[in-house]
Structures are given as C-alpha cells and as structure tokens.
C-alpha cells in the first residue's frame, strides 16, 4: 500500500484505468502534455501517448465529443478544470449524456466519466469557487460522487470509470496535496453507493461529504471533549445515496446536522433533511443544515473563509442542536 496523496491517488487510479481498459481516453484542457493544472495527470500522456491529449478551450466541444465516444464503444474520462466551467456545457450534460440510455430504449449507453473539482481557494474568486454538486443532482441519469481522501479518490474514480452511466466525480483542489496515506491499488473495483461511518456517537448525526468532511470530523472531536458525542456520517456518493444509512443512525440519535461547503438555500442538504423527515423519524429537535450564505464568493482569501464553515462554527451550531440532550 503505497503513501499517496489525494491528487496522487487520482493519478495512480488514471494509470490502473488506462492500463486494464484499452477503451479508456483522458482528454481535456491541458492535461496531456503539461500534467494538469493541478498535476494530477502528470505522466499520462508519456505513458499512453495519443490516449491523453490536450483539447481545445470549449467544454461544450469536450463534453459533446465524449458523449458520442462513449456512445460508441470509448470509455472517455474526460477533465473540466473548474466545476463552474462546466456550465458552459450543460446542454451536453443534462440533455444528452443523461438522457442516452432513456431515448434509446436502453439500447446505447454513455460509460462518460468526468472529472472536475470545485470549492475556494484563496483567491478563487466567485467564478472559480462555486458548489454546484445539488445541480448535478437534480438530473436523473447522472452519477455523482465527492472523495474526501487519497483511498476514496481512487476507488470512487475506478469505480466511476467501471460503470455504464455518466459519472461527475467532483474533487477538490485544496485537497490535492494534503496529506499522504497508505492507499490499496490493487483491491477490487467497488460498488457504488454507500455511506461510511467516519466517527460513532450518540448525540446527533452529522452528514457531509467532500472537503467538509475534515472539518466535521475536527468539531466533532472539540465536542467529544464537552461530553457531546457525535456521530460523523460522510456520503462520497450523492448519487446513488445512501438514504438508510442516515436515516438508520438519525433514529438513533434523534438529532440531525447536514454540513456541506455549497450555500444552503437549494443545497443537498435540504434534501437529505426531507429524506429523513418524510421517514418519520421522531426527530427531538428541528434538524440543522449548515453551509456557506446565500452571497457570491469575495476574491479577499479572507472575507471567502469567513463565508464557508470552519470547524468552530459547526461545532457551534451542532452544540445548539444538542442543548438540552444530555
């Protein structure tokens, strides 16, 4: 198991790709001979020569190409640089790569995965930093999936390309070279789907997924030393999801946080939340989402940080949803 990190773990999951799927392709904006953006290609094009190669600057042109590739026969693994760029080809996505399987009577398919990453980083600016993942979501057809670590970059990217659907692997860029750790590159290709349980407790659920997922896991243990004990469920896969896993542990505990970086108002947390409502799970305190205002991203790396939830105020809030529990 080597020692990996986020964004090396996506690069050792490309190679796997490449090499067990002769119909793979990687394309996109400068990921063929300059490594990526954010060196998460690196060594690709050497390798596996016109197999990765650069495109021109149109999503809508890399996006349509890899709809009708997979159409027939490829298994594109395609990159849009930033998440918000991919808006530029929302008719490719939403109305074609979702629907093929539908308006073909289920005779064709669209094995497409695409690879794109979201979030703020200092200086990432409104058009550079925006959470679209619930967008996404709202289209049936379409896979989504959000890994937290270098283990679940990989797996969920080999299990993505695997599949016979649209995938949109969203990553995050402030991830990319976190931390290092052992990785398994050999294990089989997972299921999608499935909830993991990060952290057990018996105070109140809090799901999230994606970057969140450090910060949740932080407030956690700074509530674990007040006595409160909350149990961290994180969702790499949004789509499918795995609504029994929360709604299982939301009955044991009572108490409900949804905790995700995009604005709160139409966020996936609102839907996690009418899940476990229209369950009837006997909630003993009004469940809780939290997540970024309903404001366009600042440039000032300051005045950004103070908009996304850090690990103190999602200890706050989750401390004010269990006053009174114990």
């Given amino acids: 198991m080597p020692d990996l990190s986020y964004g090396e773990a996506v690069n050792a999951a490309l190679h796997r790709l490449m090499e067990e799927l002769p119909e793979t392709l990687v394309y ?11 060196g998460v290609t690196r060594g690709l094009r050497k390798r596996y020569g016109d ?32 998440a918000d760029f991919s808006l530029v080809a929302l008719d490719q996505i939403v109305n074609q790569a979702a629907n093929v399987r539908y308006v073909s009577g289920g005779r064709l398919r669209a094995p497409l995965t695409i690879r794109t990453q979201q979030g703020n980083a200092p200086g990432a600016c409104a058009q550079h930093s925006q959470c679209l993942e619930a967008l996404f979501l709202h289209v049936p057809g379409l ?16 299990t993505a390309v695997h599949g016979d659907d649209p995938v949109l692997v969203i990553e995050n860029r402030t991830l990319y070279s976190g931390p290092k750790e052992p990785v398994r590159t050999d294990g089989p290709v997972q299921p999608m789907g499935g909830a993991r349980t990060r952290r057990t407790g018996s105070d109140v659920t809090v799901v999230t997924w994606g970057a969140m997922t450090h910060r949740v896991l932080a407030a956690a243990e700074a509530l674990a030393g007040e006595g409160v004990e909350a149990e ?16 299982d542990s939301a009955r044991r505990t009572r108490r409900l946080a949804v905790v995700h970086e995009a604005n709160v108002t139409g966020g996936f947390g609102a839907e996690v939340v009418a899940r476990v409502v229209g369950a009837g799970v006997a909630l003993a305190a009004p469940p809780v989402r939290i997540g970024a205002p ?32 114990r």
């Avoid at 996109?28 to 954010?38: A, L, S």
């Avoid at 991203?297 to 103190?312: F, R, S, Y």
């Fill in 294 to 325: 309903d404001v366009r991203m600042p440039a000032a790396p300051v005045l950004a940080q103070a908009l996304i939830p850090d690990a103190a105020r999602i200890a706050h809030d989750v401390r004010r949803l269990t006053a009174g529990a």
């Fill in 28 to 38: 996109g904006e400068d990921v063929g001979v300059p490594g990526g953006v954010f």
């Fill in 143 to 158: 896979r989504v999936c959000m890994p937290s670590t270098p283990q679940d970059a990989y797996d969920l990217l080999v």
């Fill in 232 to 247: 961290v469920l994180e969702t790499p896969w949004l789509n499918p999801f795995d609504t029994e896993a929360v709604i």
């Fill in 51 to 82: 197999r990765v190669f650069d495109t021109p600057i149109s999503e809508s042109a890399i996006l349509g190409s890899a709809v009708g590739a997979a159409m027939f026969g490829l298994r594109p693994i395609v990159e849009i640089m930033w």
